[in-house]
């Protein structure tokens, strides 16, 4: 478990500095938007590219899926500390941790913990992966204000993924979104390899637009 924190905390010095990372993703946004604007593929459908937001939302999902599947636990102070950092860099919207079996993710058994860990940040937007209603409730008894479900894009992700169709999949993630309406909880859902697969490669948008417009309606 040192080796492990020690790796993690080598890991964590290797950032850049808040000074540097607001404005390479400043950067990085404003590149990818002068290359669509100067791409000669101008839509994607009927949709002209020029219409590509100004702005866009990131969620950095690190202390979640970055470190669930770790075989070496990482101690909550080493997770808390992580998240620290995102949050000094500038990162406001975090995916803390995940309210999931901790037989089947040992690494997200103390997501308890990690909430509290960060019950004090008023300033920050938290949210955590939750599988099922009964997560859900495990979450928002531990103090989240927001929960993420996760979807996927291809049938073969979500079989890997989760274990059951895709069909099935979204059928859950139209249960949770519901429950979580009822208990005036916010949640979003994640749709998963949205653009590349690694089971079935590339994936065609219109089959990401019908995921997503199911679980809009």
């Not at 929960?147 to 049938?155: D, G, I, K, Q, R």
């Not at 994936?203 to 997503?212: E, G, K, S």
Request: hydrophobic share 45%; aromatic share 4%.
């Amino acid at each position: 478990a040192a080796q492990g924190q020690g790796q993690l905390v080598n890991l964590l010095s290797t950032l850049p500095t808040a000074s540097k990372l607001g404005p390479m993703l400043r950067t990085a946004w404003r590149d990818l938007r002068a290359e669509f604007a100067n791409s000669s593929i101008r839509r994607i459908g009927q949709r002209s590219l020029s219409g590509i937001p100004a702005r866009v939302k990131i969620t950095d999902v690190s202390p979640r899926d970055g470190l669930q599947n770790e075989k070496l636990l990482v101690p909550v102070a080493t997770k808390l500390e992580l998240i620290r950092r995102l949050r000094v860099a500038g990162v406001k919207h975090v995916e803390a941790t995940a309210f999931v079996s901790p037989k089947a993710v040992p690494q997200m058994a103390d997501a308890k913990e990690v909430m509290a860990g960060i019950a004090s940040d008023v300033d920050g937007a938290y949210t955590c992966l939750v599988p099922n209603v009964k997560g859900m409730d495990a979450a928002l008894a531990a103090g989240a204000k927001e929960v993420t479900v996760l979807a996927a894009a291809t049938e073969t992700m979500s079989q890997r993924n989760t274990r059951c169709s895709l069909d099935e999949a979204l059928n859950r993630s139209s249960a949770i979104l519901a429950a979580a309406r009822e208990r005036n909880l916010k949640a979003r859902c994640a749709v998963a390899v949205s653009f590349v697969c690694p089971w079935e490669g590339k994936v065609p948008i219109d089959q990401v637009a019908r995921i997503c417009k199911r679980i809009y309606d």
